[in-house]
């Protein structure tokens, strides 16, 4: 589980003062990218955490050495708690007492800040194509976190993905971290809106408290919501056949864009796949080979048809 994972490196942090992401893997049983990946959400998110380059290089607490988690400042805390919620409900044992044992260490006027925001954020660690690169923290991701824990309504500053820029009073209901972008979940005169925190321009608070929609879950709503991107982002669906060797191979070429099922009575394994549209899936698909064969959609099927046709005619010219 990510919390788990997450308050085990601030513990190990901690207690070490200086970790590489190989000691993380084999302390907590993960893949080193995992671990790198986890390091770099951190940091990204504002806790006290910074990485160094070079033959000594890994993580290390600001202030050198072995810095007192009790000492985080607001900002600091509520990352720390919104990175490992909204996992109460959910998380184990272990972690619950972690997270308890941080809450009691934090000073009085944090705590409540720090508990509303272990209810404000998902985390899908996966990014829209699982290529995660590291990015700088957004430019008002504090402010943005604040308005959220504090549940207070701000007049949100924005710029479209068309460019159009935009200002309109918001009712912050939540954060959403998909892989290293954040974004916000706002309820607004339109309805459920999300915003990219990279792309608002400013955040003014308005000082009236936020109004929830009946029965509104932020988990749930974030789901539905990546649900629609995704059908939005990759509307084809293909259905293959894989041989199994050629399985590790689709997933690091497609990302979280491919499925795998059960194996059929030939060992190949029926996979699904995403694409935006049929060329670029042929392109993509392409360069697999006779180790993946589609079975549909027929245009797909097609398409490669003609891919191969093509390749054979170019290159037996030069034989």
């Known amino acids: 589980m990510r919390a788990d994972r997450l308050v085990a490196i601030l513990l190990l942090l901690q207690a070490r003062g200086h970790v590489t992401a190989a000691e993380v893997a084999a302390e907590l049983e993960v893949s080193e990218r995992t671990a790198r990946r986890d390091l770099e959400a951190l940091g990204t998110a504002g ?9 000594n290089g890994g993580w290390r607490l600001a202030g050198g050495g072995r810095t007192d988690l009790s000492g ?3 900002g600091e805390a509520r990352a720390l708690f919104l990175l490992a919620g909204p996992s109460p409900a ?7 007492a972690a997270l308890r044992k941080l809450l009691r260490a934090l000073p009085e006027p944090l705590r409540a800040g720090a508990q509303a925001a272990s209810a404000s954020m998902v985390v899908d660690p996966g990014g829209w194509d699982e290529r995660v690169r590291t990015r700088a923290a957004p430019r008002f ?3 943005v976190q604040r308005a959220v824990v504090d549940g207070e309504q ?4 924005y710029v479209a993905r068309n460019r159009e820029r935009t200002t309109r009073v918001v009712h912050p209901l939540g954060l959403a971290a998909k892989g290293s972008i954040w974004y916000l979940v706002a309820d607004t005169d339109a309805g459920l809106r999300t915003f990219r925190v990279d792309r608002v321009t400013s955040v003014k608070p308005s000082g009236r408290p936020v109004v929830r929609p009946e029965g509104f879950e932020l988990a749930q709503a974030w789901q539905l919501i990546a649900d629609e991107i995704e059908q939005r982002r990759t509307p084809l669906r293909a259905r293959a056949w894989a041989q199994p060797d050629a399985v590790p191979v689709c997933r690091w070429i497609f990302g979280n864009r491919v499925r ?5 009575v030939d060992g190949r394994v029926e996979i699904e796949l995403r694409g935006h549209h049929v060329d670029a ?5 392409a360069g697999l080979g006779s180790a ?10 097609q398409r490669l048809a003609r891919v191969g046709a093509e390749l054979t005619a170019t290159y037996s010219r030069h034989r």
């Not at 959910?90 to 619950?96: D, R």
């Open 154 to 157: 701000v007049t949100l500053g």
């Open 141 to 143: 991701l504090d402010a």
């Open 72 to 74: 985080l400042t607001a």
């Open 281 to 285: 899936l042929a392109g993509e698909i």
């Open 90 to 96: 959910s998380a184990t044992p272990q972690v619950k």
């Open 292 to 301: 993946v064969e589609v079975v549909d959609p027929p245009e797909l099927r």
């Open 260 to 264: 795998s099922g059960p194996a059929g």
């Open 47 to 55: 806790l006290p955490i910074y990485s160094l380059q070079g033959r």
